[in-house]
């Protein structure tokens, strides 16, 4: 069971990493408009964090079942399913988000000069739901594998660095917005929907 699991988990790591790759190569075909820049190394911290719990995660996998043996047991594959579902049942979410944003779209935590207040769409039920959708996509990845060290680590690590990102992106967006974006923060919660705006 564990070799025609791990043909399969190949077989998703490279699928991953192809979207990853079309991803990332997409994002940055764009043209960068004119603006403010806050706190640049934020985003190559995220990165390097995520990258930390995914490779991790894979290292996890194949370290402790095929070199020292420690999880020699079955994979659990309602765990591998929840964590399959959580990272492609995000996809369309982040899509959905990334065509609202549209030009706002920015790896950095940046205002442009001609920035206007995204409040539709995804907007309405949360006011990050690209953050949502990395830290759903990050856990996600890790439990395909049953690798719980990875997983453990990206809500250790990972969920509280992209607090604190959203945090310096939410001063950035006052200082440009003021009482609207405070409203907005009333009207609307952070990452779990249970308030929006109608």
């Known amino acids: 069971m564990n070799i025609n699991f791990t043909t399969a988990y190949i077989v998703f790591i490279v699928l991953s990493t192809i979207y990853r790759l079309r991803r990332i190569t997409k994002s940055y075909a764009g043209e960068e408009k004119p603006g403010k820049v806050y706190e640049h190394i934020s985003y190559a911290f995220m990165l390097m964090l995520y990258l930390l719990v995914t490779i991790g995660s894979i290292f ?27 990272y492609v049942g995000i996809i369309p979410a982040r899509a959905w988000a990334i065509r609202h944003l549209k030009e706002h779209v920015s790896h950095d ?38 690798s719980y060290l990875s997983a453990l680590s990206a809500v250790v690590l990972f969920v509280p660095f992209m607090l604190y990102r959203i945090r310096l992106e939410e001063q950035a967006l006052i200082e440009k917005f003021g009482c609207e974006y405070i409203d907005y923060q009333k009207g609307v919660a952070m990452l779990i929907p249970w308030k929006h705006r109608r």
């Open 109 to 146: 935590i940046k205002i442009n000069d001609d920035h206007r207040l995204v409040n539709d769409g995804p907007y309405r039920f949360v006011r990050h739901p690209l953050a949502l959708c990395v830290i759903i996509e990050v856990i996600g990845f890790s439990l395909v594998p049953n």
């Open 60 to 86: 996890e996998y194949f370290y402790s079942r095929y070199i020292i043996y420690v999880c020699p047991q079955e994979v659990n594959l309602t765990v591998s399913l929840i964590g399959l579902i959580m």
